[in-house]
């Protein structure tokens, strides 16, 4: 059985990119809960369209999420060189808060598909967990990090901050948190 997606016609390629740049929009402007049928509407192509396209809303979002990720899981490997393991480890989290904080929503949908092996960003996540755990065993060895702590304990507390960031004023908001969680997770 073949496996591989057919090469998509021109046509359908346009409308394609056309529904994945309108949610960039949508999801900028009213997070990742906005009407998928307006997204079809402002790509100018029908609801069933975006369905042959992305069948589920998590589908759509991983789409839109998936060069953020790749850049997120490229940061992670170039930090395991960093001399300060936990500084290191502390600079990708506060970038991928940000991306988590920039869709409104986002921070929910990503606790939620963590464990739903059915979702199209299961896969995502695992793989942006299996990355920041090399930050965090790093971390751990120099001693810096508590050795109980785990990566999945630490992507949950992040898009739990990556939330509340939302509701703070500021840009600092979400580095102020991190700021105070890292001063509990310091070994002793």
Not at 58 to 81: K, N, S, W, Y
Not at 133 to 150: F, I, N, W, Y
Not at 161 to 182: K, N, P, Q, T, Y
């Amino acid at each position: 059985m073949d496996t591989e997606k057919k090469p998509l016609r021109a046509d359908a390629r346009r409308n394609y990119e056309r529904l994945v740049e309108e949610a960039k929009r949508a999801f900028a402007a009213r997070g990742v809960e906005a009407s998928l049928e307006e997204i079809a509407r402002q790509a100018g192509v029908g609801i069933g369209t975006l369905y042959r396209h992305f069948p589920t809303r998590e589908a759509l979002v991983e789409t839109v999420l998936r060069e953020r990720f790749d850049g997120q899981a490229a940061a992670a490997r170039e930090l395991l060189i960093s001399p300060e393991p936990l500084s290191a480890l502390k600079t990708w989290l506060a970038g991928m808060g940000r991306q988590s904080a920039s869709y409104r929503g986002l921070p929910e949908l990503m606790v939620d598909v963590l464990d739903d092996e059915t979702s199209p960003l299961y896969a995502s996540c695992h793989a942006m967990r299996d990355e920041v755990s090399q930050l965090v065993e790093r971390a751990k060895a120099s001693g810096e990090l508590r050795a109980d702590v785990t990566a999945h304990e630490l992507l949950v507390l992040l898009h739990a901050l990556s939330w509340a960031s939302e509701h703070l004023s500021g840009d600092e908001g979400l580095e102020r948190l991190l700021d105070l969680v890292f001063a509990g997770l310091r070994a002793n």
